[in-house]
C-alpha cells in the first residue's frame, strides 16, 4: 500500500471513530470508558491508587497470574513496537542530532497519562510526556480544543510537561469504538526554538522570554493533518525551519507506527485485554520497584550535596545588566527510602532561582530522575510510570529547583540538573555496598558540558543555527569493580553516540581539525572514572557567525566516591584572527589538539588572538573564517583510593592517552620511565613507557607516610572550619551569597547549618552590597504561580504558600535509625528474578 493510500484510510478510519466519539456526546457521555470523562476517570484512578497504595487498585494481577508467558509477550511487543518505531522514525530526520545520537523516543501512554512502555533513546521523558496529558485532562481539553480521533497535539513547555524548550513533543490519542484507548507520543531534541541567541539552549537570556518559543499544549491538527497556521507559524519562529519541520514528521511518523501497533493488538486480542495489559503493566513496574529498593537498599536518611557554577559577571551579550553576576548552585540532596520500599527526593535547602537559563521545573527534575533510575534501579525492559507511583519529591517552591514564577529562563534546565543527580547516584551506590550489590555501584555519570552551540549565515548563505550533540558522549563514572567507560553516554541518553565528525559537517559549518581521547579528565582512583574526549574545529565560509560555550568550570560537580578524585573541571579555549589559513596553505603545522593544556604546544602552531580562561560558560560571540573552537567533553569521577589502583593498570592508562605520564606519580604514586621515542600509541603521549615497581612501591609508602603526618582528627578540621565560617575569612561573595540563599529559603536548612557549625542563632552572612541587592530583587519577585494541574502525585510541591510536612527532612534520622536488629525492611520482601 503507497503512502498515500495508508493516508487516506487514516483520514477514513479517523472520521469512522469520530462519528462513534460525537455519539457519546450527543448521549452525554465522555470519551472515558464506561461513558466517563478523562478527569472522572483520573479522578477515580487516584481515589483507587491511594485507597489501596495499589495502582488502580490492582491488588491482584490477574493476566500476568493467570498466564504470564502471554502477559510478557504482549509487553514486550508493545515496547518492540516502540524502539522498531525510534529505529525507523529517526531516519526521516536530517539532523545528526536525532539520526546520529539518537536524541528521540516514544511512550505509550494510558488514557489518565501514566506511561505503560517507552523506547529506547531519550527516556528522561517517561514522565515529562505524562505530565503533558495530565495538564490537557485536568484544564478539560475533552471540552475546549476537544480530543478527538485523528487529533494532534504538541508542547515544549517546561512548566507543563517538558525538561526545556528545545525537547519538542507530538502526542496523539488512540481510539476504539468511541472510547480514547491510550495515547502516543514522541519527543526529540530539534536544532533550534528561536531563542534570543542560536542553538537550542542560549545562555544570554535573563528571562523566560529570551528562551525562545513556548507551545503550551497546544492542538496543531487533525484528521492527522497539520493545520495550516502551525505549518506556517511553527517554522516562521526557527533559523532552522526545514531541520523542525522534518523532526516533527519523525515524531508523527513514529506515533502514527506505534497507534497502528495498537490497534493490531487490540484487533487480535480484544480491547479489554489490552485495557488489562495496560493497567497491570504500571502496577507491575511499582511493585518490581520497590521490590529492588527493599532488596539492594537500606531504609534511612542519605545525604550529600553538589554545586555547579554558572559565572556571568563581566560577559557581554547578556540581555539584562542584572544578569551580569556570578551564581552557584546549591543542591543539597535527601534520599528518604522508607520501610515500605518507597523513597523520597528531596532538595530542601535548594538556593533561589537565578537569572540565567538553568532554572528547572518539577516536571524537569521528575523526567531527570526517571533516566537516572533506569540506569541504576530499574535497568530493564519493565520502564513506565509504576516507579512513579513509588515516588516523591520535595522541591521547594522558589528554588531554582521549582521557580513557580513568570520570569525564570528554562532553556538549558540540565545544566543544573545534572549535577542535582550526582549526589544520587551516591546515594545508591552506599545503599547498594551496605547489601553487598558491589556491581551496582557506580561513582556516577559526567556534567555533560561543553555545548557547542551557535549560527548565522552558513556555508550555504542561509541564515542557520547549530547544536553540536557530541556531548551524547561523556566519561562514565567509575564501577566498584571496574573503571568506567571512556567517552560512552550522557546521563540523558544512555545509548548516546557523539556522532560520526562527517555527519555533523554536512550540517555545521566547523570543519575538524582533530578529534581525540582527553587525558587526564577522568577522576582518579582504585577505579579510574571515564576519560572525556575534545573536537577541535575551525570554521570556514560563514558571516556574523556567534559560537559560545556551555558547561562547568571553576568547579567540578561530579566527587568521587570511597575515597576516588573527581573528574576534571572545564576550561575554554578560543584562538581568533589567526594564520591557519596561511599554515594550510604552506604545508605548516596547526594545532590539532589541546591534550596536554600545560605544554603550550597549542599555542606554538597558531598565531593570533588567543582565549583560555578556567570557565565553563561563554555567551555568544562573533567567529570568523579560519578561527579555532575547542570541544572538550568531560570525564567522569573515580572511586577507591589512587594508590590502590594497579601499577599495571596506569601504565595501561598511559598507552591509551587516558592518563599523561607526569599524572601517573602525581595521581597514583606510579613511577614509569620511557623506553622508546618512536613508539605511538594514542594521540596524548609520544614513545612507549615501562613501570618500575620498586621506585613505585617506595613512593607508594612516601606517599602514605605524608598523608600520615598531615592526617588530623575530624574534631580538630571541624574547629578550624567552624571558626572559617564564623569569622568568614577566604570566603568570596559568590560562596557567602549562595549559602545566605539557601538560608533565607528554607528555616529547617538555615536551622540545620547554624546547629551543625554552632553557629549563633542570628548568624547571617555579610554581603557585599551587589550581592545583597541580587538576591533582594529575586526574593521580592515574590511566587507567580506558574503550575496549575493539580494531580495527587503532586502534593509535595504543589501547595504554593504552604509546603506540605515532608518526613523527617534535616533532622537527625541517619541509616543507623532502622526498625529492627537485622537493619533491613520489616516484611523483608524479595525481589523477583526479572525486577
Not at 506515533?255 to 497491570?280: N, P, W, Y
Not at 580562561?613 to 562573533?622: A, D, L, Q, V, Y
Request: charged residues 30%; negative net charge; proline residues 5%.
Amino acid at each position: 500500500m503507497s503512502p498515500s493510500d495508508q493516508t487516506d484510510d487514516r483520514r477514513v478510519e479517523a472520521q469512522r471513530e469520530k462519528e462513534a466519539v460525537r455519539e457519546k456526546r450527543r448521549r452525554g457521555e465522555g470519551i472515558g470508558w464506561n461513558g466517563r470523562t478523562l478527569r472522572e476517570q483520573l479522578a477515580e484512578l487516584e481515589d483507587k491508587t491511594e485507597a489501596t497504595d495499589h495502582y488502580c487498585g490492582l491488588s491482584e494481577l490477574e493476566l500476568k497470574n493467570e498466564d504470564p508467558i502471554r502477559y510478557e509477550q504482549l509487553y514486550a511487543r508493545l515496547r518492540g513496537d516502540l524502539v522498531t518505531a525510534r529505529e525507523t522514525s529517526k531516519e526521516v530526520s536530517a539532523t545528526p542530532i536525532v539520526e546520529q545520537e539518537g536524541e528521540l523516543c516514544y511512550g505509550l501512554f494510558t488514557p489518565e497519562g501514566d506511561s505503560i512502555a517507552v523506547s529506547t533513546g531519550i527516556i528522561v521523558h517517561v514522565h515529562t510526556m505524562s505530565e503533558a496529558i495530565k495538564f490537557m485532562i485536568n484544564h478539560d481539553y475533552e471540552e475546549s480544543p476537544g480530543i478527538e480521533p485523528g487529533d494532534i497535539f504538541v508542547n515544549n513547555d517546561p512548566h507543563v510537561g517538558d525538561v526545556h524548550p528545545c525537547d519538542l513533543m507530538t502526542i496523539i490519542p488512540i481510539f476504539h469504538d468511541g472510547e480514547l484507548i491510550a495515547w502516543v507520543g514522541g519527543v526529540n531534541h530539534v536544532i533550534d526554538t528561536g531563542a534570543i541567541g542560536p542553538g537550542s539552549m542560549n545562555v544570554s537570556q535573563a528571562s523566560r522570554f529570551g528562551d525562545g518559543a513556548y507551545y503550551t499544549a497546544r492542538k496543531i491538527g487533525e484528521n492527522f493533518e497539520l493545520y495550516n497556521s502551525w505549518k506556517k507559524e511553527y517554522p516562521a519562529k526557527t533559523r532552522t525551519p526545514d531541520f523542525l519541520k522534518l523532526d516533527e514528521r519523525t515524531r508523527m511518523t513514529g506515533c502514527l507506527m506505534v497507534r497502528r501497533s495498537v490497534k493490531a493488538m487490540i484487533d487480535e486480542h480484544g480491547v479489554e485485554t489490552f485495557k488489562q495489559l495496560s493497567r497491570e503493566a504500571v502496577e507491575d513496574g511499582r511493585r518490581g520497584f520497590r521490590s529492588r529498593i527493599k532488596r539492594t537498599m537500606l531504609p534511612g536518611t542519605y545525604r550529600g550535596a553538589s554545586f555547579v557554577d554558572a559565572l556571568y559577571k563581566g560577559q557581554e551579550n547578556v540581555t539584562r545588566e542584572y544578569a551580569q553576576e556570578n551564581h552557584i548552585m546549591h543542591a543539597p540532596s535527601e534520599l528518604h527510602i522508607r520501610e515500605d520500599g518507597t523513597f523520597q527526593v528531596s532538595f530542601e535547602g535548594a538556593n533561589k532561582w537565578g537569572w540565567h537559563p538553568f532554572n528547572c521545573t518539577p516536571a524537569a527534575i521528575q523526567g531527570g530522575i526517571w533516566v537516572m533510575l533506569t540506569q541504576t534501579v530499574i535497568p530493564n525492559e519493565l520502564v513506565n510510570d509504576g516507579a512513579y507511583y513509588a515516588c516523591d519529591f520535595h522541591l521547594p517552591v522558589g528554588s531554582w529547583a521549582n521557580t513557580q514564577n513568570t520570569e525564570t529562563a528554562h532553556a538549558y534546565a540540565w545544566h543544573f540538573l545534572v549535577s542535582a543527580w550526582a549526589p544520587l547516584w551516591q546515594h545508591l551506590s552506599r545503599g547498594y555496598f551496605s547489601r553487598g550489590f558491589w556491581e551496582e555501584i557506580n561513582a556516577g555519570n559526567a556534567n555533560t558540558s561543553n555545548w557547542l552551540q551557535g549560527g548565522g549565515i552558513d556555508q550555504f548563505d542561509k541564515l542557520h543555527a547549530v547544536n553540536s550533540f557530541e556531548s551524547a558522549c561523556e566519561g562514565v563514572g567509575a564501577r566498584y569493580v571496574e573503571d568506567g567507560e571512556p567517552h560512552a553516554s550522557a546521563v540523558w541518553n544512555p545509548e548516546g553516540d557523539m556522532g560520526d565528525a562527517e555527519a555533523w559537517e554536512t550540517v555545521e559549518p566547523l570543519p575538524f581539525l582533530g578529534r581525540a581521547v582527553k587525558p587526564n579528565t577522568g577522576g582518579v582512583g582504585r577505579r579510574a572514572g571515564g576519560a572525556g574526549f575534545e573536537s577541535m574545529r575551525t570554521v570556514k565560509d560563514v558571516s556574523r557567525w556567534l559560537l559560545y560555550e556551555m558547561g562547568n568550570g571553576y568547579m567540578t560537580s561530579d566527587g568521587g566516591l570511597f575515597g576516588g578524585y573527581p573528574a576534571a573541571s572545564g576550561y575554554i579555549l578560543n584562538a581568533q584572527d589567526t594564520d591557519l589559513e596561511e599554515r594550510f596553505e604552506n604545508g605548516e603545522d596547526y594545532p590539532q589538539h589541546d591534550l596536554d593544556p600545560e605544554s603550550g604546544d597549542f599555542e606554538s602552531k597558531i598565531d593570533g588572538e588567543i582565549t583560555r580562561r578556567p570557565e565553563g560558560i561563554s555567551t555568544p560571540k562573533e567567529f570568523d573564517d579560519y578561527d579555532m573552537y575547542l570541544n572538550y567533553l568531560r570525564g567522569g569521577s573515580g572511586l577507591g583510593d589512587p594508590l590502590e589502583r594497579d601499577p599495571e593498570d596506569v601504565l595501561a592508562d598511559i598507552h591509551d592517552g587516558y592518563v599523561l605520564p607526569r599524572h601517573a606519580e602525581d595521581a597514583y604514586g606510579v613511577i614509569v620511565e620511557k623506553v622508546d621515542d618512536e613508539a605511538m600509541h594514542n594521540s596524548a603521549v609520544q614513545g612507549e613507557w615501562e613501570l618500575d615497581a620498586e621506585a613505585t612501591e617506595k613512593r607508594r609508602q612516601e606517599r602514605r607516610a605524608e598523608r600520615t603526618e598531615k592526617a588530623q582528627p575530624v574534631s580538630e578540621w571541624y574547629a578550624q572550619e567552624r571558626e572559617r565560617i564564623h569569622n568568614e575569612d577566604d570566603l568570596i561573595d559568590d560562596v557567602k551569597k549562595t549559602y545566605e540563599s539557601s538560608m533565607r529559603m528554607s528555616a529547617q536548612f538555615a536551622a540545620f547549618f547554624r546547629d551543625f557549625w554552632e553557629l549563633p542563632d542570628e548568624f547571617e552572612f555579610d554581603l557585599s552590597e551587589k550581592a545583597q541587592q541580587s538576591l533582594d530583587n529575586r526574593f521580592d519577585s515574590g511566587l507567580r504561580p506558574m503550575w496549575d494541574s493539580p494531580t495527587r502525585g503532586h502534593k509535595t510541591w504543589l501547595d504554593v504558600g504552604d509546603e506540605p510536612y515532608v518526613p523527617y527532612t534535616w533532622t537527625d534520622r541517619s541509616i543507623r535509625d532502622l526498625s529492627g536488629p537485622e537493619s533491613t525492611f520489616g516484611d523483608r520482601e524479595r525481589a523477583a528474578d526479572d525486577d
